[in-house]
């Protein structure tokens, strides 16, 4: 028999104290949804099952018992820190769960510029860190958008990424340690050395779990010397993406490693560049590091790009301060709001991955058949944002308006198809649906084609360590009814 | 934004803007979506309507004005100038007032209540003064009424004023509640967008004498940034309550003593 509402905001009373359990109602409305869904949030309609409560936790072990009563009592569970998720990670999907916040564990434990790592727990902003450690001369190398937004423990559950991808990588490859609680109410660590090679490396079950698994604690990153009197800021304007991906192909097979490396078509650049570049794409790259490291490197761009006739070099100042701009803070979320109401103007982005020889293909025809294919479409364009030896990113980029809807069919009418147009080519051509937002709750019809015949893997992951089916449901993995 | 190393002056006393995206300013993309939730309106009764879009500037501006036609602005101009004339709304009026007059006739002409660059917010009052109309300022709404009256409210000292206005008209449109300019789809920027935009050059208004007047007068001799920085102040106390009693005592019970 399952607990009533009051029964579940009963027990989490009696476990951490009535302060910490929040029901108060819009609280609760505002914490069964994330970005996903913000135009719901903006008109005050919240279509999913609200919450029970939301919990703030301080410690590891408040972590442990909450989970181990909702696990003993199969209620579902959400894990949050920041709240800047995309996707639909956020998502109450099931009546009467509990979000667990973890914001409050906003505990900076260790820098350790010996060792070069630090040790933070879920709550910590990144942004917080980032400039604690600048001030030190570190950085983390990691600068998602949502850099002033986005904590620890988020950032590992969605595997995040940052626009210094190409020289840092992903958080994957800076995580060196985790602390993670699972639905048993187990506490594990996973200790912090440079490699190991006892068996698989699990911090790849952790890392990108989305709150499926397991609740992250406690995250132990690398950190690196921090440079920017070496920064060298390059931009280019050009005619097509394809040569565009032809470059940045080029730049990584040699073996450099600018620290951005970004391909915007027309469209997308010109919400950012139309000062220097109509109707025209933009290539653009940054060499950092170390000096002679960071010369060499612009230095071989400058070579690789001057061997196209279509490129034509920007002053660097243009891309320094458009660098400078590029984040999402708390006011321009706000901002955000206020535009998408008067205009009744709304944009997403959706982001996928694929090799050298199948980018440009994809880019083009999920393009085309959203131009045809969406009504309403005001903006489609994208860009490529982060580069591997093997192939690149697509971050599409699209806005809509909103006409003849109900606040809940704007996901039905706009979101969804352009969304499964970008997904069904991506995979259709062999790419990944998801680059680094995470699957969330809204890609989740596409998992198993995702997955192909490694998909037991993630479904076996999900029966050993959630077997009651508390942990995020209805993400990565779709809610079976 | 302008970032504050890159606020500098140059020989010329100008500021490079280059650097940064261009944007409308608030008042003038208030002014545009009031036009066309006016034209909106009015093509709803099956009234015929026009609208003309008027910028002064170099082609840059010309994506502005594409985006206007592709919002069915009937018209898109740009006066082609390459003078300074930041803070010389004196020209400004001119030509505008000059093209109302003797090319393209108008009934009601709405503005925005200053510019970002020069903020002289003189043009709507001059506009209105060379062609001898009644000028609305700080306008906050337009409403269509009978066929040459408008319904227009704006900002007034202690209050909001609703009026009825006979055209011919200058409004100048003030703080208004929604500073967002709607969004062309897709379709529509290929189907309306594409057009020419009409160019004419300034020349041709005859600004020479007056522009040598004007300089005459008003001379720019420095620029100078304005710093709006605000200050905060943490109070500090071992309890909420003394806290909230620092905060009463030190800040505001003068100032509610005094309402």
Known sequence: MPLTREQVVEGLVKILGVEKVITDEQVLKESSIDRFRKYEDICGVYTQPIPAAVVNVESTEEVSVVLKFANENIINVVPRTGHSATEGGLETAVENSIVVDGSGMNRLIKIDTYNMQATAECGVSLEELENKLRKQGYTTGHSPQSKPLAQMGGLVATRSIGQLSTLYGGIEDMVVGIEAVFPNGQISRIKNVPRRAAGPDIRHIIIGNEGALCYITEVTVKIFKYMPENNLFYGYTLENMKTGFEILREVMVEGYKPSVARLYDPEDGAYHFSHFADDKCVLIFVAEGPKAIAEATGRAIEEIVGKYDECKRVDSQLIKRWFDNLNWDPAKVAEERVEIAETQNIGFTTEVSGNWDIINDIYEVCIERIRNEIPDITLIGGHSSHSYINGTNMYFVYYYNLVDITPEEEITKYHYPIQDIIVEETLKAGGSMCHHHGVGKHRTHFIKEEYGSSYHILETLKKAFDPRGIMNMGTILPIKR | ?259
């Open chain 2, 1 to 259: 934004m302008l970032s504050n190393e890159d606020w500098v002056v140059d020989s010329n006393l100008s500021i490079d803007v280059s650097f940064v995206k261009n944007i409308l300013n608030c008042f003038d993309e208030s002014a545009l979506e009031m036009t066309l939730k006016l034209s909106d309106y009015v093509k709803g009764l099956n009234i015929p309507i026009n609208l003309t879009a008027l910028t002064i500037g170099d082609k840059k501006l010309d994506t502005y004005l594409k985006t206007l036609y592709a919002l069915r602005f009937d018209k898109a101009l740009r006066i082609n100038n390459n003078e300074d004339i930041r803070f010389l709304p004196q020209i400004v009026a001119h030509v505008i007032s000059q093209y109302v007059k003797e090319i393209n006739k108008q009934d009601v002409i709405i503005l925005g209540r200053q510019s970002g660059e020069g903020d002289n917010g003189k043009t709507p009052l001059l506009v209105a003064e060379i062609l001898k109309w009644p000028c609305i300022t700080q306008v906050i709404n337009i409403e269509a009424d009978k066929e040459d009256t408008l319904k227009v409210t704006n900002m007034v000292d202690g209050g909001i004023l609703t009026q009825i206005i006979r055209t011919p008209c200058v409004l100048s449109v003030g703080n208004a509640p929604n500073s967002y300019m709607r969004v062309p789809t897709l379709r529509d920027k290929m189907k309306y967008g594409k057009r020419e935009i009409d160019v004419l050059e300034i020349d041709e208004f005859n600004i020479k004498a007056l522009l040598d007047t004007c300089r005459n007068e008003c001379e720019l001799k420095s620029l100078e940034k304005i710093s709006h920085e605000r200050q905060g102040v943490i109070i500090e106390g071992k309890t909420p309550a003394e806290k909230a009693r620092i905060l009463y005592d030190s800040y505001l019970k003068e100032r509610l003593e005094k309402l």
